[in-house]
T-cell receptor
Framework: GAVVSQHPSWVICKSGTSVKIECRSLDFQATTMFWYRQFPKQSLMLMATSNEGSKATYEQGVEKDKFLINHASLTLSTLTVTSAHPEDSSFYIC????????????FGPGTRLTVT | KQEVTQIPAALSVPEGENLVLNCSFTDSAIYNLQWFRQDPGKGLTSLLLIQSSQREQTSGRLNASLDKSSGRSTLYIAASQPGDSATYLCAVQRSGSARQLTFGSGTQLTVLP
């Protein structure tokens, strides 16, 4: 099956700093990538959709200047949390969709972000 | 706006029981429905994907059904095992080009040995 990786798997950063999370499709070309966040004991909430080479489309209520998404290649998307605050602490999961089928999303293992 | 509801929120059963998890959605214009498993602190494992034109899918002890017109899906787990303990999430995929998934809040399953 298609494999998606995320790096790092967990990160701790200080309030006010920025942190970058990478999402890679290892064995297929991902034309579309999605970023979700998940609070403890809650479900996944879609943050944004990114298509390779285009600007990301953010869901209502998600600050695009705070959560910078770049999808510069068919195998890599990055999420940068800028000026992080403790309330940004969460589990961030990416998914990727592309060849050979264009409907199934393959999920990464997630990144645990803790802002102190 | 699509809303996905899962009932029950939590379920505890003794090992060996057959069980059913329920998922309902408000907008029947879906492309497909998918069931996932999530272990604590981990990512998602895809269990079954049902296309909108299909009525059910089976994999081992798992069987998922889809009734698009009524906005319902069920995940049936036969002969439950302690290793089945996890949170089960259903998600519906939007029709059209966007293909976003909307997730339910999950059912936390505990299978007691």
């Amino acid at each position: 099956g298609a494999v998606v990786s995320q790096h790092p798997s967990w990160v701790i950063c200080k309030s006010g700093t920025s942190v970058k999370i990478e999402c890679r499709s290892l064995d297929f070309q991902a034309t579309t990538m999605f970023w979700y966040r998940q609070f403890p004991k809650q479900s996944l909430m879609l943050m944004a959709t990114s298509n390779e080479g285009s600007k990301a489309t953010y869901e209502q209520g998600v600050e695009k200047d705070k959560f910078l998404i770049n999808h510069a290649s068919l195998t890599l998307s990055t999420l940068t949390v800028t000026s992080a605050h403790p309330e940004d602490s969460s589990f961030y999961i990416c998914s990727a969709m592309g060849q050979p089928n264009h409907y199934e999303q393959y999920f990464g293992p997630g990144t645990r972000l803790t802002v102190t | 706006k699509q809303e996905v509801t899962q009932i029950p929120a939590a379920l505890s059963v003794p090992e060996g029981e057959n069980l059913v998890l329920n998922c309902s959605f408000t907008d029947s214009a879906i492309y497909n429905l998918q069931w996932f498993r999530q272990d604590p602190g981990k990512g998602l494992t895809s269990l079954l994907l049902i296309q909108s034109s299909q009525r059910e899918q089976t994999s081992g002890r798992l069987n998922a059904s889809l009734d698009k017109s009524s906005g319902r899906s069920t995940l049936y787990i036969a002969a439950s095992q302690p290793g089945d303990s996890a949170t089960y999430l259903c998600a519906v995929q939007r029709s059209g080009s966007a293909r976003q998934l909307t997730f339910g809040s999950g059912t936390q399953l505990t299978v007691l040995p």
